[in-house]
């Protein structure tokens, strides 16, 4: 409850600060609007005091009425001040939402590489691991199933003669089995059939 005696003396206050404010304003000078501005603001402090006053008079007892509101900024509030805190308040509210889904996921992380871990550890893990790492490896080479052992060729076409003519032209083993090979190819013969080596050149010489 405010005391009418403490709204008195706080008028009186306003009003000798005005009459101050009012003499420094004279004193050093400046210009129509300035002053105008000066006066208007000087004005509705006195005239918010006068009003709370009268407020007070009406009601009995010696209540204080509440200001009534008179447009947006709600004039004698801390307008301003509502907004900062309630800005405040709104980041505040952001920032322990982002910190809770963080939480949230790291722990999500944490529990599927906890259950990775145990299924890598199981022995069936890893069996199954080695299968698929052995899949993997036949698909890299291939995916065909090993290669089927050449047969070996069992036609001797290096007669004794055939040879005899290759020892009087001077042929290397070697020389002779790549002249006898494409000789062969050229002639229709697989090749892979015949026995045409430097062992079998060799045996006939």
């Known amino acids: 409850m405010i005391r009418k005696d403490n709204i008195v003396t706080k ?12 003499k420094v304003e004279s004193a050093i000078g400046g210009s ?8 208007v603001l000087l004005d509705n402090l006195l005239g918010r005091g006068t009003r709370e006053c009268a407020d007070h008079d009406d009601q009995p007892g010696g209540q204080r009425v509440p ?13 301003g001040v509502d907004s900062v805190l309630a800005a405040q308040e709104t980041r505040q509210s952001l920032r322990l939402e982002k910190a809770a889904a963080f939480s949230a996921r790291k722990q999500e992380e944490a529990a599927a590489s906890s259950l990775v871990a145990q299924l890598e550890s199981s022995p069936s893990s890893s069996s199954n691991t080695s299968a698929v790492v052995s899949d993997k490896n036949t698909e890299q080479l291939g995916g065909a199933s090993p290669a089927k052992r050449a047969k070996r060729a069992t036609k001797n076409i290096v007669s004794p003669a055939l040879a005899a003519t290759l ?19 050229c002639l229709g013969q697989n090749v892979e059939e015949l026995n045409i ?9």
């Open 11 to 22: 008028f009186e206050k306003l009003h000798g600060e005005y009459s101050s404010s009012r």
């Open 32 to 39: 129509n609007l300035e002053r105008k501005v000066f006066e």
């Open 67 to 79: 200001p009534r509101p008179t447009g947006p900024g709600r004039r004698g509030r801390m307008g």
């Open 167 to 185: 020892d009087r032209t001077k042929l290397t083993d070697r020389s002779a089995t790549y002249v006898l090979t494409e000789a062969a190819r």
């Open 197 to 205: 080596n430097r062992s079998s050149i060799d045996a006939n010489a």
